[in-house]
């Protein structure tokens, strides 16, 4: 589904984003408990979806350190 239409959500970005350059991803809490992630150069693009268990899963897994690998 298109990010800029989910409505009635609040957009949220890293404070570690960089406006520069314009590489941020943001996320958004739906009413039904999930979480919706969009690329915020393009927020009429693609938005994806996922459930509470998931982005708990990919949170925790960021906090160990599991992803460092990805922005080397």
């Given amino acids: ?29 739906l009413p039904n408990g999930g979480t919706a992630v ?6 009429g693009g693609p938005a994806l979806v996922f459930t509470r268990s998931e982005i708990d899963a990919m949170l925790a897994g960021a906090k160990q350190g599991e992803f460092d690998g990805l922005a080397d």
């Fill in 1 to 29: 589904m298109a990010g800029d239409s989910i409505e009635e959500v609040r957009w949220v970005k890293s404070s570690k984003s960089t406006p520069e350059g314009g590489n941020c991803v943001e996320f958004a809490a």
């Fill in 38 to 43: 969009r690329n915020s150069r393009f927020p």
